[in-house]
Each structure stands twice: as structure tokens, then as C-alpha cells.
């Protein structure tokens, strides 16, 4: 499957996007957490961890979260999930 991503804020662009494999399931799996700062993501984002966690017994959760909502997360920040978590879930608030 290919998706197709359109950033109004960018212009045009000619570029495809293949979404990353999917897990089969979060059992003894890596969870990053993603929080834009909005309130009560956070409480959101670790709720949800812990209820997987519950379920599936996850082997580590990294919490993590961007300075500025108006902000796209800084590279160095998805670097780090890349390569320490095998799935993230960001999430928002309010």
C-alpha cells in the first residue's frame, strides 16, 4: 500500500510515502510516546501505555515529548524513537 501525503503548508510536492510495517501484535515490543504538549495528552499517552501494558507486557516505554505543538518533533527526536522503540503512538490533548 502507498499513501499519498499532502502538506498545504508546503506547496506541491511529488513525493510518496510507504507507511512502515505493521506490528502484529505489542507483546514484549518497545513503546514510544509521542506528546505534542497539549494538556492532558500526557495523561492520555500514558494511559493508553499502560493499558497495552496490561494486555500485552511490554518490554520497555520511552516517554518523549516536542517543545512547541506548532512544531514538527526535531529530528534528533525521531532519530532517538527510531532507534530505541519499536512502534510510537503520539497523541494530542485538550
Not at 15 to 41: D, Q, Y
Request: aromatic letters at 6%.
Amino acid at each position: 500500500m502507498t499513501l499519498i501525503a499532502l502538506d498545504p503548508t508546503q506547496g506541491p510536492s511529488s513525493g510518496e510515502l510507504v507507511p512502515a510495517k505493521r506490528l502484529t501484535t505489542f507483546a514484549n515490543k518497545r513503546l514510544g510516546l509521542l506528546w505534542n504538549n497539549r494538556p492532558g495528552g500526557d495523561w492520555l499517552l500514558k494511559h493508553i501505555a499502560q493499558a497495552l501494558d496490561e494486555k500485552y507486557h511490554l518490554a520497555e516505554t520511552c516517554f518523549t515529548m516536542k517543545m512547541f505543538i506548532g512544531n514538527a518533533a526535531a529530528p534528533e527526536i525521531i532519530d532517538d524513537l527510531v532507534a530505541r522503540v519499536d512502534a510510537v503512538i503520539v497523541g494530542v490533548g485538550d
